[in-house]
């Protein structure tokens, strides 16, 4: 029988009795547990086979929860909170004493958001705790963005999947923390640099694990494929310079007539910039099962969703 289900009460009377369930977002599938049940949170290092060192977000239903979590709210988060709850942002900021060290990897702060979907929600609302939840993959393996992909890695594993539908956003929140008066972007996603900006003013980016130590996580090779990937700006001569292989083409919203090529999809034909972000794991997750030798993307505009998916690809690229 699949573990895939939309019985919200059922996902309810297992996270109450400390198990994990898998849970849709807009942005990808989580795996979530209560934050204050060790076995719960052990349990989703373990099946995610995730270091301790890297902490997790917590997931509340509501702004008025922020107080149980937090210790303190800068007036820059209480500004993006109000503009982007619920949503693809989360926020790191100093957390409560309640919070468990397991849940924090022992920092000081918390990394804490409202996700965007009515099924999780719901079922936040109908839970007396907050939910921990990564990415419901396997640590550095390409994030899932359906419940099948879910089911795909962790069938033996866990004991439901609430399914939410395929998420619309498709890639992780954008995580910003404070530093004093400033805000700092740890981690580019699905909320883009220009929106922040629009609202709190200009804020930095340290997205890379070498000058962001603050944000374990962000390591380099991570939403990987387990085919060898290169990012690019010259599509013609990645293939040239990889005659006889059988290549899988990533593009942003062009067609290439190159015969060499053995699959190839754009990811918005009409050239927009969330349409290619909501599909560009699902296609990742496709590419990855069709046997290729080799998967060439295109780098994408360096701008709002552009930024985001560079940042994917880059990581995927790295040392394959
Ligand atoms: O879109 C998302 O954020 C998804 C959905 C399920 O909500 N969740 C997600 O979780 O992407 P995960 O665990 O895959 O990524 C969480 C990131 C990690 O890179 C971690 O290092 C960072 O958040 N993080 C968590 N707590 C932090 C903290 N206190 N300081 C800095 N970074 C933190
Ligand atoms: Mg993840």
């Not at 198990?19 to 060790?38: Q, R």
């Not at 409202?114 to 390409?142: D, G, M, R, Y």
């Not at 053995?262 to 918005?268: D, E, G, K, N, P």
Request: hydrophobic share 40%; glycine share 6%; with cysteine.
């Amino acid at each position: 029988m699949s573990i895939i289900s939309t019985n919200i009460n059922k996902a309810v009377s297992l996270l109450l009795a400390e198990e994990i369930v898998a849970i849709p977002t807009e942005t990808v599938y989580g795996l979530a547990g209560n934050i204050f049940s060790e076995k719960a949170i052990k349990a989703i290092f373990e099946t995610k086979q995730r270091p301790f060192f890297n902490p997790l977000i917590v997931h509340i239903s509501s702004v008025n929860q922020l107080p149980e979590i937090v210790s303190y709210i800068p007036e820059k988060a209480k500004l993006l909170a109000e503009t982007f709850w619920p949503g693809p942002l989360t926020m790191v900021l100093p957390k409560k004493e309640t919070i468990p060290d397991l849940i924090t990897a022992g920092k000081n702060t918390v990394a804490v958001r409202i996700p965007n979907h009515p099924v999780t929600l719901e079922l936040l609302s109908k839970l007396p705790f907050p939910l921990a939840a990564p990415s419901a993959n396997p640590f550095t393996t390409i994030s899932p963005t359906t419940a099948q992909h879910v089911e795909t890695y962790f069938k033996n594993n866990i004991k439901m999947i609430l399914d939410g539908g395929p998420c619309k956003q498709g890639i992780e929140s954008t995580i910003v923390g404070f530093e004093g008066d400033k805000a700092v972007v740890y981690r580019l996603g699905s909320t883009s640099v220009e929106a922040i900006e629009k609202v709190i003013g200009k804020v930095s980016i340290k997205n890379k694990k070498e000058i962001a130590p603050d944000a374990p996580g962000m390591l380099e090779r991570h939403y990987a494929p387990q085919t060898k990937t290169i990012l690019t700006d010259n599509i013609i001569e990645a293939v040239k310079n990889n005659r006889g292989k059988r290549i899988g083409l990533i593009s942003f919203s062009k067609h290439f007539e190159i015969r060499e090529i053995t699959f190839q999809i754009a990811l918005s034909p009409s050239g927009n910039l969330e349409e290619a972000a909501s599909n560009l794991y699902k296609i990742m997750h496709e590419l990855d099962q069709m046997n290729l030798d080799l998967i060439i993307a295109e780098q994408f505009p360096d701008y709002g969703m552009g930024k985001s998916i560079n940042d994917r690809l880059t990581r995927a690229a790295k040392n394959n």
